[in-house]
């Protein structure tokens, strides 16, 4: 360890997690796990290295009976048919065939044991993954634009600096013990497609005049987060070149370990600490670390596209063309990422992407060849066209597996995107989140509908509910939803929301977005019709 641990001076001021991270640095649980509990078992596991499991990418299922979700990074999203394969085969033989497409772009696992996780190291690390430090008080998964590389609207291919990054920060001891997450995106997209505003770090793409000739790099964001108190990133005033995004992430990482807040778990983001000091002083700090930098240039992102991409669209490749898949609500079996992987050989040019929208795409297919891959079977469910809300509707694991969450949400999320798709017609996207809990892995806060469980009571006892806001974007403008009053029972929320949108499809103006609808009309007058959908119809005389 090659820094001082100055929050360790005073421990009366460290939360209970931050203890446990003096004790034994997280990254050391990965040799425990292989050496001693695969062989012993679960039950000799205690508390404190359950904890730890966090820097393996590891947390417990629900309810905590011996069995494991696993994260693995996929970085920027792109991963290679070779990795697809291992990690369909993995779920295949230790997942029970689930497999996850999460909003950060990684591939998620359920149903595997203590025992089983040696050997799952070994075949990601085989093919270069890792599910190390996925999840846990460090640098998470880097997003980034999932076309890097083929976008016909990038600055620049970010590919190469999403590996710098991630090659510096993984498994390194000197940011392993953060005060919480750490989440960075990376994109040279002109529409956002690694949803910078919600990171703790982001570079957006961006272009200045140095030295009398423009030169193609980065605006820094910094301190954003959603979960239970969100906030929107805060743009530094600051141009950064390619080769500096390194030492500005490093700089940032630094920041927020030296001086990021330990006392309470639920206060202990980076965006806390951001909001205390607002991005002035954080920038003058961070400029003490990196050296002189530019001012901001010229902003190039124009706008925000959710990263959805279903379809079939030409690259920057002349003559070749990448194909957005819909996984309906994130999830797949391991039969059909097999299958994508074979297709991704077969016709395109051996790679998949995944998208924070937990979508997939395959690249590189030659225009000659679409037709056939669009005939393949395993493409009628992963369709690139899907209907207009099931390709809308996103959501978190729910209360099938994850401890925090109050709902299930996959399948109701599911079951009311059909119903959405049967009773609604629309020439509009709106995008659907659904949440199971304050933490918004689901991202409710971004949304155009955001959905978060809760429980009502009822006649026949609890029941599972949901809270409804309106009116989410990112990109310019970038805004959260506002929250309406009143909770819809589960069962009742494809009813409820086919009125909501019935409103907008009735009083929209010509071409008028959801959001935008939102923002002309107000709050106040979805919440009117919230409030009447919600009220007990009188009962006939």
Same mark, same amino acid.
């Given at each position: ?14 939360? +209970?997690? /931050? ?34 499991? =966090? ?6 299922? +629900? ?21 697809? +394969? ?12 689930? *497999? ?21 190291? =070994? ?9 190390? /430090? ?44 953060? &005060? ?27 272009? =200045? ?32 070149? &390619? ?68 379809? *079939? ?14 996984? &309906? ?15 991704? /050989? ?29 005939? /393949? ?8 066209? &899907? ?135 107000? @709050? ?7 409030? @009447? ?9």
């Amino acid at each position: 360890m090659a820094y001082e641990a100055i929050w360790a001076a005073d421990p009366s001021k460290l939360n +209970k997690v /931050e203890l446990l991270k003096l004790e034994k640095d997280g990254l050391d649980v990965i040799r425990t796990i292989i050496e001693t509990y695969a062989k012993s078992g679960y039950d000799s596991i205690p508390e404190e290295d359950r904890n730890r499991f =966090k820097w393996a990418g590891v947390y417990e299922q +629900k309810p905590k009976d011996g069995h494991f979700m696993m994260r693995v990074r996929i970085n920027g999203g792109r991963m290679t048919s070779p990795q697809a +394969k291992a990690l369909a085969s993995i779920a295949q033989d230790y997942g029970r065939g689930l *497999v996850d497409v999460t909003t950060r772009q990684a591939i998620q696992f359920h149903w595997l044991t203590v025992e089983q996780l040696p050997d799952i190291f =070994k075949r990601l690390e085989s093919v270069g993954l890792y599910s190390f /430090e996925a999840c846990g008080d460090c640098p998470r998964t880097i997003v980034g634009n999932p076309l890097a590389g083929i976008d016909q609207d990038e600055l620049l291919d970010t590919t190469p600096l999403v590996e710098e990054v991630n090659d510096f920060f993984l498994l390194n001891r000197d940011f392993s013990n953060l &005060p919480r997450k750490y989440k960075m995106s990376i994109s040279g997209s002109i529409y956002n497609t690694a949803h910078a505003e919600i990171n703790d770090l982001a570079f957006t793409p961006a272009v =200045k005049e140095i030295d009398g000739r423009e030169v193609i790099g980065f605006h820094v964001h910094v301190g954003g987060g959603l979960s239970a108190k969100p906030y929107l990133a805060k743009k530094l005033d600051l141009f950064v070149r &390619p080769e500096e995004v390194l030492k500005i992430a490093v700089g940032v990482a630094t920041l927020f370990r030296d001086h990021g807040y330990r006392e309470k778990r639920h206060h202990a983001r980076l965006k806390f600490l951001i909001a205390d000091w607002g991005p002035e002083r954080f920038q003058e700090e961070l400029l003490h670390l990196t050296g002189p930098l530019p001012e901001q240039g010229v902003d190039k992102v124009v706008g925000w596209n959710g990263a959805y991409f279903d379809g *079939v669209h030409p690259q920057k490749q002349t003559g070749l063309h990448y194909v957005g898949l819909n996984i &309906p609500v994130g999830r797949l079996d391991a039969d059909e990422l097999h299958e994508l992987a074979r297709l991704a /050989e077969e016709y395109g040019d051996g790679e998949l992407r995944t998208t924070m929208s937990q979508n997939i795409l395959l690249t590189g297919v030659p225009a000659d060849r679409v037709e056939a891959l669009l005939g /393949e079977r395993v493409l009628e469910r992963l369709t690139p066209f &899907p209907k207009r809300f099931m390709s809308r509707t996103v959501s978190c694991t729910g209360n099938e597996f994850c401890n925090l969450a109050i709902v299930e949400t996959k399948e109701r999320a599911r079951r009311v995107a059909s119903y959405l798709d049967e009773k609604v017609s629309l020439n509009e996207d709106i995008r659907v989140h659904f949440v199971g809990c304050p933490n918004n892995c689901g991202q409710k806060y971004i949304a155009d509908i955001g959905l978060q469980g809760s429980l009502v009571k009822t006649a026949a006892g609890m029941v599972d509910a949901f809270d409804i806001s309106i009116g989410g974007i990112l990109g310019p403008n970038a805004q959260l939803v506002t929250p309406l009053k009143g909770r819809v029972k589960g069962d009742d929320v494809g009813p409820v929301l086919e009125q909501l949108i019935g409103f907008y499809q009735a009083e929209r103006e010509a071409d008028e977005s959801f959001h935008r609808f939102v923002h002309r009309v107000g @709050a106040p007058a979805f919440q009117e019709r919230l409030t @009447a959908a919600l009220s007990p119809v009188p009962a006939r005389e």
